[in-house]
């Protein structure tokens, strides 16, 4: 029964239903499957790339493979956070914080679809690096579209506000990336992996 209402309410807010996202917003079971669905997809595929190395599974933490995997889903869930503090501080907005997160890391749900290209490359078919940075752009676009509308309803931003701190969110988004990047990884990291 939770199965199928969380794959509900996932369709739904990936379809920008209103009722949905205020629905997801207020559910406090909401917060655990956003983290699911917000980390999950770095997690299978540090697992799935493994399975390419001869190492194995050793390889999963070294800082040339475990960071890269994490780094731009840490940068969304900072975004997420950043934005939604911005819009109450700063905006006047009206909603919590919590709430915009349930919402918006449901919408990240796009992500798991870099699963694919990881499984079609331990069967050597393709070399997922560029499949990967393709779904997680377009993941990343919609997570941003899901901000914007959230904002809006959740936080009850008129629409131009609301695009500044879109804006501002996508400047923290490359910010984040490039500052851990260089930190965690140092000259290895490359934005698009």
Not at 16 to 45: C, H, Q, S, Y
Not at 129 to 152: F, H, Q, T
Not at 166 to 192: K, P, Q, S, T
């Amino acid at each position: 029964m939770e199965y199928s209402k969380v794959w509900n309410n996932l369709v739904s807010v990936l379809k920008l239903d209103k009722e949905a996202m205020a629905r997801v917003a207020n559910d406090k079971n909401a917060t655990a499957w956003g983290v699911l669905i917000l980390f999950g997809p770095p997690v299978v595929n540090l697992i799935l790339a493994s399975f390419t190395f001869s190492s194995g599974f050793g390889v999963m933490f070294s800082r040339v493979m475990f960071w890269p995997m994490f780094i731009p889903v840490i940068s969304i869930f900072g975004i997420i956070l950043l934005m939604s503090l911005i819009a109450r501080r700063f905006f006047g907005g009206k909603g919590d914080n919590v709430g915009f997160f349930r919402t918006v890391s449901y919408s990240a749900v796009v992500l798991w679809l870099s699963i694919v290209p990881y499984i079609l490359s331990i069967f050597g078919i393709l070399d997922p690096v560029g499949l990967y940075n393709l779904i997680w752009l377009a993941g990343v676009i919609w997570i941003i579209v899901v901000s914007y509308y959230m904002l809006i309803e959740h936080h009850k931003l008129d629409s131009k506000d609301a695009g500044t701190v879109v804006a501002l969110g996508i400047i923290g988004y490359f910010l984040f990336r490039n500052i851990l990047g260089e930190i965690l990884v140092g000259d290895y990291y490359r934005f698009w992996y």
